[in-house]
């Protein structure tokens, strides 16, 4: 009897190459949570509010799942479906709320809520047992200026001065 359905492998096309991967300031961050990402580490991304924390986590793992305190209820089913998975799950602001650091204690005591990554995000420099870390600092004018990429042509119209004379200007206002 022959098949109804043939499945054929879809060809690559000039158009499904990669986009160009963007630059970052926060380059030796992702590197790092990449580095704990890959190895199916436990880890923590902390940060003061606005440096990135939630940015840089997406942006490592686009296919990761988010655990939310509406997971954590009594009836939900959701952390006993991810317990045989190999997805990488993160948690954000796992501080601002109970059932959360709840979990984060017990993930540092031995659960395991799945055979990926576990990344937590925090406001505060935390120390967990079975955790690594991963700070963001705050960039400094001088880094927003480095990060800087593409032509010296301004968008409006018109030309900028040299980079090397904008940054010693720029610094010397610091």
Request: glycine letters at 6%; aromatic letters at 6%.
């Amino acid at each position: 009897m022959e098949a109804f359905v043939k499945i054929r492998e879809k060809k690559p096309a000039a158009d499904d190459a990669a986009p160009p991967r963007l630059h970052s300031i926060h380059e030796a961050c992702e590197t790092a949570l990449r580095g704990h990402v890959t190895a199916k580490r436990r880890c923590f991304v902390t940060g003061a509010p606005g440096v990135g924390k939630s940015y840089i986590v997406r942006r490592v793992m686009p296919n990761a799942i988010e655990i939310q305190t509406e997971h954590m209820r009594s009836k939900s089913n959701f952390l006993a479906l991810l317990k045989n998975t190999d997805k990488d799950v993160f948690v954000e602001d796992y501080d601002e709320a109970p059932l959360l650091k709840r979990l984060v204690d017990d993930v540092s005591n031995g659960m395991e809520i799945t055979r990926g990554a576990f990344v937590a995000t925090s406001k505060q420099y935390a120390l967990y047992a079975g955790f690594e870390n991963v700070h963001i600092n705050k960039p400094s004018a001088a880094d927003l200026f480095d990060a800087r990429g593409g032509p010296d042509e301004c968008p409006g119209g018109g030309f900028r001065a040299p980079r090397q004379r904008e940054r010693a200007r720029l610094l010397q206002l610091l």
